[in-house]
């Protein structure tokens, strides 16, 4: 049974320049939820897909989007990447929030250096 | 904005020892505490949860005791080994709309041989 997965696993961009990152959930779950990790933190919620719609949003600005597929696969896109930006970028998928929520199943990340 | 508080940032251990981390948070509005264990260049794995109508769950050599007064929980790792070398991150999960995780800042463990 494949977890998560996410793709790439590392990425350098240039500042002002766009990114999508791309994560296939854990095998019967239909929800995903994306992460950003800085170095040295805990990872911060970013927003969350189900029924391919944005459900809910932390504290990111509108450069960060997202969309959900059919499939329940996710990507996460970045415009107008800053220095900031640089972090671990983090999957979790889960089962939706209809079943009451379940355990949460991380990927093992994108690494995203901006130069 | 919901915080959870950890400590500590880091913590030395000999073989053998109790490592002890701990967590307090600031909102009642959440069913489910998880403790994560991350290794550098990875992913954070599941190690063990509970839910706030237990004061305790053991599973192994890890111990959660949680005190839903304090709002408190904290993880115990007994007969600590060089393995357990991580950093480890408690989380805790809103029961608002998309069950999303708060994570606390997390402890770098280091078991020393």
């Known amino acids: 049974d494949a977890g998560v997965t996410q793709s790439p696993t590392h990425l350098i961009k240039t500042r002002g320049q766009q990114v999508t990152l791309r994560c296939s959930p854990k095998?019967?779950?239909?929800?995903v939820s994306w992460y950003q990790q800085a170095l040295g933190q805990g990872p911060q919620f970013i927003f969350q897909?189900?029924?391919?719609?944005?459900?809910q949003r932390g504290n990111f600005p509108d450069r960060f989007s997202g969309h959900q597929f059919p499939n329940y696969s996710s990507e996460l896109n970045v415009n107008a990447l800053l220095l900031g930006d640089s972090a671990l970028y983090l999957c979790?998928?889960?089962?939706?929030?209809?079943?009451?929520?379940?355990?949460?199943?991380f990927g093992q990340g994108t690494r995203l250096t901006v130069v | 904005q919901q915080q959870v508080k950890q400590s500590p940032q880091s913590l030395i251990v000999q073989k053998g020892g109790i490592s002890i981390i701990n967590c307090a948070y600031e909102?009642?509005?959440?069913?489910?505490f998880p403790w994560y264990q991350q290794f550098p260049g990875k992913g954070p794995a599941l190690l063990i949860a509970i839910r706030p109508d237990v004061s305790e769950k053991k599973e192994g050599r890890f111990t959660i005791s949680f005190n839903k007064s304090a709002k408190q929980f904290s993880l115990h790792i007994m007969d600590s080994q060089p393995g357990d070398s991580a950093t480890y991150f408690c989380?805790?999960?809103?029961?608002?709309?998309?069950?999303?995780?708060?994570f606390g800042t997390g402890t770098r463990l280091k078991v020393l041989a």
């Open positions: 095998s019967g779950h239909d929800t």
């Open positions: 909102n009642t509005a959440f069913d489910y």
């Open positions: 979790a998928s889960s089962l939706g929030p209809g079943t009451g929520g379940t355990e949460a199943f």
């Open positions: 897909y189900y029924e391919e719609e944005e459900r």
């Open positions: 989380a805790t999960r809103s029961t608002s709309g998309t069950y999303k995780y708060i």
